[in-house]
C-alpha cells in the first residue's frame, strides 16, 4: 500500500515538473525554422542535414545595452527568436545593463522561472506572491550572487549605486515572454478606458490619462 502510494506521488511530482516548463525535446535538436509555413507550438525544425554551428550561436551579448531610456536599464534578451537553436530546449538568457540607479520595472514572465545573477555592482531585488497575501519579498544583491525569481510573479530590480550595473539571467523556457506590469496596463493598444482604469486604481482620469500618454 504504501509503495503503491510511494509510486503514485512520484508521478504526481513528476507530471507537475514536466508541466512547469517548455515540453520536453523527442529529438537532440530542433533548430528553429522561422520561414517554415507550418504552425506548430514553438518553430518548426530546420532540415537537420542544414544545420551549422552558427545555429547554437550567439554574439549579441558582447556589449553593454543601451540604457538611454527613461527608466536606465535595458535587457538584451536570448530567447528562440535570437538564437534559433534553442528551439524545444526550454531554456533562454538575458543580459541586464542598469545605468546608476536604473531600474528594470516590474514585470513577469508568462513561461519561466528566472535565476538572476549579479555580476557588477548592488542591485536591489523584489517579487510579490500571488493574491490574496501580497506578499512583499526582497533582498539586496551584491556581486557573485543569485536570485530566483517563481514563475509568473511580478518583479523587479534596481541598481542601488553611483557606477553601472550588469547581471545575467538564465530562464525556464525558450520563449519566455516578457509581460511589463506598467506598459501592459497603460500602453495597451487600444487604450482600455480611462473610467475602468480609474475605478481599478482607485484615482482619477487625469491621473491615468498622465499615466496613459506616459506609455
Ligand atoms: C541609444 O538609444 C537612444 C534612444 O533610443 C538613441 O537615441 C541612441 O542613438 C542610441 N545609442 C546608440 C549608441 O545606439
Sequence with gaps: MAR???SFLL????SSVALATDPSPLQ???VA????KVLVNGFACKDPSLVQAD???FDGLRMRGNTSNPVGSKVSTVFVHELPGLNTLGIAMARVDYDPWGLNPPH????ATELFTVLEGTIEVGFVTSNPENRFITKILHEGDVFVFPMRL???QRNLGNTNARAVSTLSSQDPGIVTIANTVFGSKPDISIDILAKAFQSSS???EKLQSKF
Excluded: A, Q, T
Aim: aromatic share 18%.
Design 206 to 208: 487625469d491621473v491615468i
Design 4 to 6: 503503491v502510494l510511494g
Design 28 to 30: 537532440d535538436f530542433c
Design 108 to 111: 513577469y514572465h508568462p513561461r
Design 55 to 57: 545555429d547554437f550561436y
Design 33 to 36: 525554422d522561422p520561414n517554415s
Design 154 to 156: 511580478v518583479h523587479f
Design 11 to 14: 508521478l504526481v511530482l513528476v
